[in-house]
């Protein structure tokens, strides 16, 4: 069975990535590489930081997407992102490609992109 590249987003932004509402994933850094393809989004409750909760193990798949391409963030972009406000410093992840996938037991939620395997696949 082959891992899949992950990356986890406070809910409810798996549902709004999984309905195609939000377009655009915010962070403050980017993947070492790109393109990046068949990232697998999971959704958690808590949010995890590197000082703080490091893992939710209550994570739910949400969809796979690919990432072609990250830049900065514009004021425009508030709609695709799905967030209240903007702010200067912030990279922009294009998503696309997303397949919404069938909901499945818990998964491991952690912080930046990490390998996980799906049960049952």
Same mark, same amino acid.
């Given at each position: 069975?082959? *891992?899949?590249?992950?990356?986890? %987003? %406070?809910? *409810?932004?798996?549902?709004?990535?999984?309905?195609? @509402?939000?377009?655009?994933?915010?962070?403050? +850094? /980017?993947?070492?590489?790109? &393109?990046?393809?068949?990232?697998?989004? %999971? /959704?958690? /409750?808590?949010?995890?930081?590197?000082?703080g909760?490091?893992?939710? &193990?209550?994570?739910? #798949?949400?969809?796979? #997407?690919? %990432?072609?391409?990250?830049?900065? +963030?514009?004021?425009?972009?508030?709609?695709?992102?799905?967030?209240? /406000?903007?702010? *200067?410093? +912030?990279l922009?992840?294009?998503?696309?490609? #997303?397949?919404?996938?069938?909901?499945?037991?818990?998964? &491991?939620? @952690?912080? @930046? =992109?990490?390998? =996980?395997?799906? &049960?049952?696949?």
């Amino acid at each position: 069975m082959k *891992p899949h590249l992950a990356l986890s %987003v %406070v809910a *409810p932004a798996g549902d709004q990535i999984r309905t195609g @509402r939000k377009r655009l994933e915010i962070r403050k +850094w /980017q993947p070492d590489t790109l &393109p990046l393809r068949d990232l697998l989004i %999971v /959704q958690n /409750q808590q949010r995890l930081s590197s000082t703080g909760l490091r893992e939710d &193990p209550a994570g739910k #798949v949400s969809a796979l #997407v690919d %990432v072609m391409a990250v830049r900065e +963030w514009r004021k425009e972009d508030l709609a695709a992102t799905c967030a209240a /406000q903007w702010e *200067p410093g +912030w990279l922009a992840w294009e998503l696309s490609n #997303v397949r919404p996938l069938a909901r499945i037991g818990a998964v &491991p939620a @952690r912080l @930046r =992109i990490y390998e =996980i395997e799906l &049960p049952n696949e």
